[in-house]
């Protein structure tokens, strides 16, 4: 079974920092591109990240450029999103996702077809 498991949320201070980790898991699976959305109470789903199969090709939301960084580990089928100088408005439940037929970033959810259950990140002023 083909499941994918978000880590590292929790409540921060605003300017603090916070690493999120998702692990893949299943035989004979092998995430593609892999990406970061979230969800604010009320709001609809957004994307945060996203990066290619390789890992050379990344793309951030403009509301997060220049703060947060992702990066994967293929051996270990792990991605992590660092997010840094954290703002009350990146508080939200943040989503790990997965394609298996695209290999490129994409900021789009309708490219991913694999979803972790999510991880709650709350801000503080």
């Known amino acids: 079974q083909v499941q994918l498991v978000e880590s590292g949320g929790g409540v921060v201070q605003a300017g603090d920092s916070l690493r999120l980790s998702c692990a893949a898991s299943g035989r004979s699976f092998t995430p593609l591109a892999m990406a970061w959305f979230r969800q604010a109470p009320g709001n609809e789903i957004e994307s945060v990240a996203a990066?290619?199969?390789?890992?050379?090709?990344?793309y951030f939301a403009d509301s997060v450029k220049g703060r947060f960084t992702i990066s994967r580990d293929n051996d270990k089928k792990t991605m992590v999103l660092q997010m840094n100088s954290a703002k009350p408005e990146d508080t939200a439940i943040y989503y790990c996702?997965?394609?298996?037929?695209?290999?490129?970033?994409?900021?789009?959810?309708?490219?991913?077809?694999?979803w972790g259950q999510g991880t709650p990140v709350t801000v503080s002023e």
């Open positions: 990066i290619s199969f390789m890992g050379a090709n990344t």
């Open positions: 996702a997965t394609s298996q037929t695209t290999i490129n970033a994409s900021g789009s959810s309708r490219s991913y077809d694999i």
